[in-house]
């Protein structure tokens, strides 16, 4: 991992896994896991702040250049949040691409008329919004100081962002080039401010072997440090209008797969997405999370690739002859026991001792609309 500053460079180095670990993982495969004995999911609306992003990785279709990149206003949010409460949602999945620079000055000056001076500020006010209608807030806004991480804290269930890669590749490079270190330090700022996290590895763009033992390895070390990461999503890149390099194979995702379920704690679930990767035929690797759907928004992030229905998903757990279960944005564990959703036999899987989420998200959690339709 080359390329990084001094201060970068110290937080790789104490992150970094040993030699032994990385040749233990790298000689896992689907025999050496189980199958789960549950599937999970949650009901989402995916709401996508803004299109902008300082960063132009060459796999993404998310972001616009300087003078295209919009932002969903506050009733634009209002009115997709309700529908998600009228369609049986929990989550409002709010993205937007890391930090955008200030060559995007129309996006700026939206924000200042609308009284923000920054995206994380704007972020703050969605949140309200969601929690204000009915859905628990879980935002995936890329890389985020202390301090803007702080800010949100109290008015998100969950948070997330993925780490990719610990590997330096070419479709991160550039002039404004997104690096390992800045993900993990996201990634133990969430641990700090004690916020239940998502996060995972892509999946074929440039990485090696190592590169993703190495990967999940540091994902762990993070995660029993903190306890903080509720689930690890093992994505593959998918080819779309701006990659064009190769998706990887089944048999890949399935050893990477088994190696994330190998190497993580049982309490960390396993996801990968079901609409960009065959997921009946990784079901013997370890996943136990379908991650989140929407039944009504598209997945901005890979547009051509649609969400599977509902009862898609209620095939694939029957064709693995396991039960499938609806979850929160944010697992049970990290819950006070007053507003858990599980049985009393599952709440020994409990977090470490620490407060999880805010009393703005536990009332919600136990106001919310989905309690009367148990």
């Known amino acids: 991992m080359s390329h990084t500053s001094e201060s970068d460079s110290e937080i790789i180095s ?6 032994e670990a990385v040749e ?24 996508p702040l803004t299109t902008a992003c300082r960063y132009t990785c ?8 300087p003078g295209e990149a919009t932002l969903m206003s506050p009733a634009e949010i209002r009115d997709a949040v309700r529908i998600g409460v009228d369609a049986g949602c929990t989550e409002a999945l709010f993205t937007f691409g890391d930090e955008p620079d200030k060559r995007y000055e129309k996006l700026y000056d939206q924000l200042n008329q609308w009284g923000h001076d920054s995206l994380h500020s704007y972020l703050r006010e969605a949140c309200e919004i969601a929690l204000d209608e009915g859905l628990l807030p879980h935002s995936n806004p ?13 008015v998100n269930s969950s948070m997330g962002v993925m780490l990719e890669t610990t590997a330096d590749v070419d479709a991160h490079a550039g002039p404004r080039a997104k690096t390992p270190a ?3 330090t996201t990634i133990r700022n969430a641990g700090e401010l004690a916020i239940p996290f998502t996060t995972g590895i892509l999946i074929g763009i440039g ?12 994902l762990r070390e993070l995660h029993e440090r903190y306890g903080h990461i509720q689930e690890i999503i093992v994505q593959p890149v998918v080819k779309n209008e701006r990659w064009r390099g ?29 609409n960009l990767a065959p997921v009946r035929e990784l079901l013997d690797c370890g996943i136990d999370d379908l991650g989140g759907v929407s039944p009504i928004t598209d997945d901005y992030i890979n547009p051509s690739y649609a969400w599977p229905a509902v009862e898609e ?7 693995a002859d396991v039960p499938l279960s609806e979850r929160l944005p944010v697992y049970d564990r990290y819950l006070p026991p007053s507003v858990r959703q599980l049985t009393e036999s599952e709440e020994s899987q409990s977090a470490p001792e620490r407060t999880w989420v805010s009393p703005r998200i536990c009332q919600a959690i136990a106001s919310g609309h989905w309690n009367h339709q148990q």
């Open 207 to 218: 990485e090696g072997w190592r590169d993703r033992a190495e990967s999940l390895l540091v």
């Open 182 to 184: 800045q993900r993990c």
């Open 142 to 154: 890329g890389d985020q100081t202390h301090e803007q991480m702080a800010a949100v804290a109290d």
């Open 24 to 47: 233990t993982l790298l000689s896992v495969g689907p025999a050496d896991v189980e199958p789960a004995r549950e599937l999970t999911f949650a009901r989402n609306v995916f709401l």
């Open 313 to 319: 998903l209620r095939e694939i757990a029957a064709s």
């Open 58 to 65: 060459t796999y993404c279709t998310y972001f616009d250049p």
């Open 246 to 274: 190769e998706t990887p194979d089944l048999q890949t995702l399935r050893r990477v797969t088994a190696m994330a379920r190998y190497c993580l704690p049982d309490d960390v679930s396993v996801q990968v997405p079901p």
């Open 14 to 19: 104490d992150l970094s896994p040993d030699y």
